[in-house]
């Protein structure tokens, strides 16, 4: 396991997007694997041109950092190439942002051909802007998080390689999304209604498919498990249904990603019902119901009816019961505004989930 330190920076002005603790970027490290051996949050007022934080921070990180023995400093923000590249000069350690973590994460993730194109695209218009510091870095950069995957080979190339690489990649996906498209066509036509389940990484959307659909699909306790979309057909009461896994969204996703898997998230267009799965035990479920309505705004999904399950109630209590879950805002469609609490794994609640999916079917 790499030792690695995580750096945590707020502006202090600003209203943070994510929780104000580091229990997030803990998980993906740990995801990456990575193990965390240290940790500080900066609180600076601006970002900073150089370095992103303040020069008597980055002595302090360096000093803390050296001490903890960590090899790579993790930050839970986006860095410039610039910024990334002065760091790793000042901190004489491998540097890695937010971003650059969750491709990692990502390419450990794809265990398809079409995933793992999708992510060294991805990879590739990530590290594009950033050539020209790699090399100074490549010797003591062997391996490690954020250094592995499809795009890894392409570190080494020149420009115009990566350049021809990130065409030839967007032609296949292109390829990729006719033929999912000719594939959701042939779908409508039997006139069976899709349930798209979406929702933050790590809500137990896989354990909830296979609750539903009495299926069996791999689900792990692991920040972004699912990569590619699962159907499976089932049956709600006297209906039958398409039910579809998308992958899950996450605080601050890189654009990077949102372009590579666009042709995977198109699965929720044609859905019926978008089921947003949440883990309801989570003290930040707000902020992460704002990430993935954001998120479908972003994709223009925000129209289709929509449904909240909060998942891992059993975590809280043994009763679940409806109505923990904030209201809807002011002239948000009341389907949006509903949230039943179940269990996907000790299957509580999970009736009163379908009973709310078929009353919307069914309008």
């Not at 265990?111 to 992510?119: E, F, I, S």
Request: with cysteine; hydrophobic share 35%.
């Amino acid at each position: 396991m790499e030792k690695v330190f995580l750096a945590g920076v707020r502006i202090k002005e600003r209203r943070q997007g994510r929780e104000s603790g580091l229990e997030e970027l803990r998980r993906l490290a740990d995801t990456s694997g990575g193990t965390a051996v240290g940790e500080s949050v900066f609180r600076i007022d601006r970002p900073n041109s150089v370095f992103y934080i303040g020069k008597g921070q980055v002595e302090f990180l360096t000093q803390q950092a050296a001490d903890a023995g960590a090899v790579t400093v993790i930050f839970d923000i986006n860095l410039k190439p610039g910024q990334q590249r002065n760091l790793e000069k000042a901190l004489s350690m491998k540097v890695i942002d937010r971003t650059r973590l969750i491709l990692d994460i990502f390419a450990r993730s794809a265990h398809t051909q079409d995933g793992r194109d999708q992510v060294e695209l991805a990879q590739c218009q990530y590290l594009l802007p950033r050539l020209a510091g790699m090399w100074t870095h490549l010797e003591r950069q062997q391996g490690g998080i954020g250094m592995r995957g499809p795009g890894e080979r392409e570190i080494e190339t020149d420009r115009r390689r990566i350049e021809k690489r990130i065409s030839l990649l967007k032609k296949h996906l292109g390829d990729i999304k006719k033929r999912r498209g000719i594939q959701r066509s042939r779908r409508l036509k039997l006139n069976i209604p899709v349930i798209a389940l979406c929702g933050y990484t790590n809500s137990g959307k896989t354990t909830l498919l296979n609750t539903l659909t009495k299926s069996n699909a791999v689900a792990k306790d692991r920040l972004f498990q699912t990569l590619q979309p699962m159907t499976r057909r089932a049956r709600i009461f006297d209906r039958d249904v398409l039910f579809v896994d998308t992958v899950g969204f996450i605080n601050d996703i890189p654009p990077q990603l949102i372009n590579a898997f666009h042709s995977t998230l198109e699965e929720i267009e044609p859905a019926s019902v978008v089921l947003v799965v949440l883990d309801g035990a989570d003290p930040d479920i707000e902020m992460h119901r704002k990430v993935v309505d954001d998120t479908l705004k972003q994709l223009a999904f925000d129209k289709i009816p929509r449904l909240y399950a909060l998942n891992k109630c059993d975590k809280i209590y043994k009763d679940c019961q409806e109505g923990r879950f904030k209201s809807a805002s002011p002239g948000e469609p009341e389907a949006q505004s509903r949230g039943i609490e179940i269990s996907a794994l000790q299957k509580v609640g999970i009736e009163r989930l379908k009973s709310g999916i078929y009353d919307l079917i069914n309008k």
